[in-house]
């Protein structure tokens, strides 16, 4: 993905892919399992369902404790708002109808087993990454390059430890 130049304007995101060995069914429970997320991110440090959910479902919702040495520490509540077994999973962060960001992780069948892909989409809602580039505006772009080559580190650890556990499971 290309982010030189990238503004939060443009709504910038990243993607990430891995082939897992293991049908799209087999690593739907994995990948839908959002306690399993924090062990593969630098970032994010717990998850727990809210409202008494137990499990993936439209209109569920978690919260999230996050960290890192340059935004420091920050919660927030996400909002499922893709859930189709063995095909996609996506929660927006905070207000689904203008969220900080919108995640997503997506399922195809290949080669015997499963393309995944998990993408993040910033804005249009504010978050520290705004107020980031509130205070350098001069440095905007750099700011969310950086902003978007820790996420995408992180999301690639991420999808490694779910194709581990999901072929393990298999």
């Known amino acids: 993905m290309e982010w030189t130049g990238a503004r939060l304007a443009d709504r910038p995101g990243t993607e990430v892919r891995t082939w897992v060995a293991a049908t799209p069914e087999q690593v739907w429970p994995v990948v839908s399992d959002?306690?399993?997320?924090?062990?593969?991110?630098?970032?994010?440090?717990?998850?727990?369902?809210l409202d008494g959910a137990t499990g993936p479902a439209l209109g569920a919702r978690f919260r999230g404790h996050n960290g890192n040495d340059v935004?420091?520490?920050?919660?927030?509540?996400?909002?499922?708002?893709?859930?189709?077994?063995?095909?996609?999973?996506?929660?927006?962060?905070?207000?689904?109808?203008?969220?900080?960001?919108?995640?997503?992780?997506?399922?195809?069948?290949?080669?015997?087993?499963?393309?995944?892909?998990?993408?993040?989409?910033?804005?249009?809602?504010?978050?520290?990454?705004?107020?980031?580039?509130?205070?350098?505006?001069?440095?905007?772009?750099?700011?969310?390059?950086r902003r978007l080559s820790d996420l995408a580190e992180n999301m690639g650890a991420t999808l490694e430890l779910l194709k581990r556990t999901a072929e393990r499971a298999a």
């Open 34 to 49: 959002i306690e399993l997320l924090p062990g593969g991110s630098r970032e994010l440090r717990s998850v727990q369902w």
């Open 71 to 145: 935004l420091g520490e920050w919660t927030t509540t996400s909002h499922v708002v893709e859930c189709e077994p063995g095909r996609a999973f996506a929660w927006a962060v905070q207000d689904p109808a203008e969220p900080l960001a919108t995640w997503r992780f997506a399922l195809r069948p290949q080669d015997g087993g499963t393309e995944l892909s998990y993408r993040v989409r910033i804005g249009p809602g504010r978050s520290g990454l705004t107020m980031a580039v509130e205070r350098m505006p001069e440095k905007e772009q750099k700011i969310v390059f």
